[in-house]
């Protein structure tokens, strides 16, 4: 902000007749004098130790009622909102839920595909072949009559 020049002069310094200002003369290169620097402010210490506060009541009823309407506000505001935040983790869940029974069905059709190929025919032939589970030559099966009982062939097996 932009201000006068004549206007910072000192109360106590007289402008001489031939206009001679604190920027002209022989005290040229002195600092001009700051505004109110005559004004002095004097400061006082004081001890409070000995002051006692005044008992008061009905301060410590309004204290607790405050509170207690505090927390009366709390918990309403944590009833009304308690609906919608149950319903969230009930969203979140059958989400999860969802999720799980997509995965679990992915995982069972890849299994019954697994247990197809294990149990396919061209496979059990392998393994049969594998563990010689095949079948004996004719000469070594011996068919049971059922119609009639051959005791004597029954025995014959016995004896081995």
Do not use: C
């Not at 309004?62 to 935040?85: C, D, E, T, Y």
């Not at 589970?133 to 025995?155: G, T, Y």
């Amino acid at each position: 902000m932009a201000t006068r020049a004549i206007s910072f002069k000192r109360a106590d310094q007289p402008v001489a007749a031939g206009g001679e200002t604190w920027t002209s003369g022989p005290d040229a290169r002195k600092l001009r004098p700051l505004p109110s620097e005559d004004v002095y402010f004097f400061t006082k210490k004081i001890d409070n130790s000995r002051v006692v506060r005044e008992a008061d009541p009905a301060g410590h009823r309004r204290a607790v009622q405050a509170g207690l309407k505090g927390f009366a506000v709390a918990g309403l505001l944590i009833l009304l909102l308690m609906p919608r935040a149950l319903e969230m983790v009930a969203g979140y869940r059958i989400h999860s839920l969802a999720a799980d029974h997509a995965r679990l069905v992915n995982q069972k059709a890849a299994i019954a595909l697994e247990e197809a190929q294990l149990e396919s025919p061209q496979r059990l032939q392998v393994l049969a072949g594998q563990l010689r589970l095949v079948n004996p030559d004719p000469k070594h099966v011996v068919m049971l009559n059922s119609a009639k009982p051959d005791s004597a062939l029954a025995m014959m097996n016995v004896g081995r």
